[in-house]
């Protein structure tokens, strides 16, 4: 059965420092998704991207975020100088069109 | 009012005991509805997918959604240890946009 993948399962960085995230989408799926999870909280969205641009973005989303398709199969999000506050699950998720969002198994940010 | 609650459990139940999961939502243009389960740092598995008003049953799992009331509820019969997970509600307005997830409920079935 497809599934939504994501590198690394586990990144640790240090505050001010880069950060990509990739995802895998499902290959036939339109539109792709970026969520995160703080520790204990609810699932927060993040970024939808469908055609090749943003479609909609929510107020975390900020100058410190990017996201990317570059070669058709690999989805990215980017966060440039990250913050202590940035520490949490990143799910990427996709979608055929239908309204099924899938997730992946997500990865772990630790910014110390 | 947020725009989406969710029972905050935790529930604990017996093994084969039927449980009930629900959510309410504040906003009405909300017709996309999912149930998710969550096991411990995993990401959101999709259990049920309900799009506008009516029940729809997947083995164990029945979802019905109540629009005129934004009242969704998630049944499990013959609930098992492995059922142990938080459960998400989420919803949209239109597919392609985002979900908005409530917060949870941790449900414990116990042997």
Redesign the interface.
């Known amino acids: 059965e497809p599934e939504?993948t994501q590198t690394p399962s586990h990144q640790v960085t240090q505050m001010g420092q880069e950060v990509i995230l990739r995802c895998v989408p499902i290959s036939n799926h339109?539109?792709f998704?970026w969520?995160r999870q703080i520790l204990g909280?609810?699932?927060?969205?993040l970024v939808?991207f469908?055609n090749n641009e943003i479609?909609?973005k929510?107020e975390i989303f900020d100058d410190q975020f990017s996201v990317e398709r570059p070669d058709g199969s690999n989805f990215t999000l980017k966060i440039r100088s990250t913050k202590l506050e940035d520490s949490a699950?990143y799910?990427c998720a996709s979608?055929r069109?239908?309204?099924?969002?899938?997730?992946?198994?997500?990865t772990?940010l630790t910014v110390t | 009012q947020k725009e989406v609650e969710q029972d905050p459990g935790p529930l604990s139940v017996p093994e084969g005991a039927i449980v009930s999961l629900n959510c309410t939502y504040s906003n009405s243009a909300f017709q996309?509805f999912?149930w998710?389960r969550q096991y411990s740092?995993?990401?959101?598995?999709?259990l049920m997918?309900t799009?506008s008003s009516g029940n729809k049953e997947d083995g164990r799992f029945t979802a019905q959604v109540d629009k005129s009331s934004k009242y969704i509820s998630l049944f499990i019969r013959d609930s098992q240890p492995s059922d142990s997970a938080t459960y998400?509600c989420?919803m949209?307005a239109n597919?392609?946009?985002?979900?908005?997830?409530?917060?949870?409920t941790r449900l414990s079935v116990l042997p």
Do not use: H, I, T, W
């Not at chain 2, 597919?95 to 949870?104: A, D, I, L, S, T």
């Open positions: 939504v339109l539109y998704y969520y909280q609810k699932v927060e969205f939808s469908y479609s909609e929510s699950m799910f979608d069109g239908v309204g099924e969002q899938y997730f992946g198994p997500g772990r | 996309y999912m998710y740092r995993k990401g959101p598995e999709l997918y799009y998400l989420a949209s597919y392609g946009q985002n979900f908005v997830f409530g917060p949870g």
